[in-house]
């Protein structure tokens, strides 16, 4: 039976700033447009991050009974290092899911917003149809645009308009860049698992680009921000204060271009994330000032 630290372990704590960033950055385009709500941001905080951890243990299963994790590189997996029985694992995914769905629901009720329960169903089939059902999306190489769509558009746009009432040229912006960092720390996990996942025919993207490919795209998504920032910031100049974030991915970079591999490659997922979250305060900062 699973510890409480293993349990811990496999709800994937590193991924948690995939889920706070967008809602972050999101505050900070509300605030912009003058519409924040302080308990409103909140329960889409709670919503966001009910969906990662639902999502993390609905991969650890599925992975877990497809034998995609028998031969982990990275953290542990409770399934697959038999830590928990499979029927704990999804039970824990489907509650995770349902706290989200009515966290989702309090909020769409209380804004009036209803149309956002079509894009709330969409993030939470998203989230199971990753790794699970008969032909998973995650192995078909199609996982970092749906991390892409539901951890940086939808998160950050649902932020906004759950709020507003409207989105914003700065919100989409903000939007596309927590998006391509988001994809950046997927693309690293998937860097590292390319040669278990090819055994488990597990076709990730970077599977499909290799290994020099992979660490090419990896250094593009982390630039998209920064190229975001400057060019937000010809109208909002205290943007500028989230470059200050870019020192953060020295050690990522170091490690993608320097061809590491393997457990190595597990601290570029953390520093990535951190970046992504420093990235998101700061700019939530930047356009509360302006």
Known sequence: MATVTEWIEGARPRTLPNAVAPVVAGVGATIQLGAFTWWQSLLALL???????????????????????????????????GAAAPKLVLTAALTCFGVAGVLGLVLVAATGRWWLLAMGAACILGAWFYTGGRKPYGYAGLGEVAVFIFFGLAAVLGTVYVQAGRISWEALGVAVAVGCFSMAVLVANNLRDIPTDRVAGKVTLAVRLGDAGTRRFYLALIAVPYVVTVLLAVWHPWLLIALVTAPLLRTPVRVITGG?????????????????LAWSVLACVGLSLS
């Open 260 to 276: 590491g591999n393997g457990p190595g490659l597990i601290p570029v997922l953390k520093d990535t994330g951190l970046a992504m």
């Open 47 to 81: 919503v966001a991050l009910a969906l990662i951890i639902g999502v993390n243990f609905a991969n650890d299963y599925s992975d877990g009974v497809r034998g995609t994790d028998a031969d982990r590189v990275g953290p542990l997996r409770l399934v697959g290092s």
